[in-house]
């Protein structure tokens, strides 16, 4: 899991509460990244940042918000417009070289979130 | 939207045979990606092969990329039961600020038993 953390490992949530998920990275990455993953299913996008205070929509933005006013910290908060918010979130960083084109990313160890 | 799909869905070998997964995408490609990923933890990077590479090992892996047929396949030799986890393509795309995004696709489970 490398330089990137995540809290909490796991999160319980009743209906109708907004709940934020942590995500910090030391490895001096400009891009860091939300996905959601449901069981026996691939990540999908739900924001990223390029670079500090500038973050953009993913493909699943709806419910969803970001801040990324420090360069290690990108959290997330699950907004209760989010009709179903039970999933895995990954949090993910990493250097896109725009002229190389190489974007290895590196993902946390995850957060479980519940909704009760 | 996703955009590599793989195949197998689900694998079940045993212990010291070759695993062979596939990935197919849809749209051109600057490079793909594999990556790692055990039960309920995060993705770990594998292996990346860029449009203009055919083939790329690291250790016990091989990559294959067929631009022409938009595909790729990763082939882990000699399985052991450490190797069970689910693996995930994924296919960069282009976005705004001319940065990558990765596109990921459902992954294939793999199962190797002793």
């Known amino acids: 899991d490398g330089g990137i953390t995540q809290s909490p490992k796991y999160l319980f949530r009743k209906e109708g509460q907004n709940v934020t998920l942590s995500c910090e990275q030391n490895?001096?990455?400009?891009?860091m990244y939300w996905y959601r993953q449901d069981p026996g299913q691939g990540l999908r996008l739900i924001y990223y940042?390029?670079?500090?205070?500038?973050?953009q929509k993913g493909d699943i933005a709806e419910g969803y918000s970001v801040s990324r006013e420090k360069k290690e910290s990108f959290p997330l908060t699950v907004t209760s417009a989010q009709k179903n918010p039970t999933a895995f979130y990954l949090c993910?960083?990493?250097?896109?070289?725009?002229?190389?084109?190489?974007?290895?990313?590196?993902f946390g160890p995850g957060t479980r979130l519940t909704v009760l | 939207s996703q955009q590599g799909e793989e195949d197998p869905q689900a694998l079940s070998i045993q212990e010291g045979e070759n695993a062979t997964m596939n990935c197919s995408y849809k749209t051109s490609i600057n490079n793909l990606q594999w990556y790692r990923q055990n039960s309920g933890r995060g993705l770990v990077h594998l292996i990346l092969i860029r449009s203009n590479e055919r083939e790329k090992h690291s250790g016990r892996l091989r990559v294959t990329l067929d631009t022409s047929k938009k595909s790729s396949s990763l082939l882990i030799t000699a399985s052991r039961a450490a190797d069970t986890a689910s693996y995930f393509c994924?296919?960069?795309?282009?976005?705004?600020?001319?940065?990558?995004?990765?596109?990921f696709g459902a992954g294939t489970r793999l199962a190797v038993h002793p």
């Open positions: 940042s390029q670079i500090v205070n500038d973050f």
């Open positions: 993910a960083s990493g250097t896109p070289h725009p002229l190389s084109s190489y974007n290895e990313q590196f």
């Open positions: 490895l001096n990455h400009d891009a």
């Open positions: 994924a296919t960069d795309a282009r976005v705004s600020g001319g940065y990558n995004k990765l596109i």
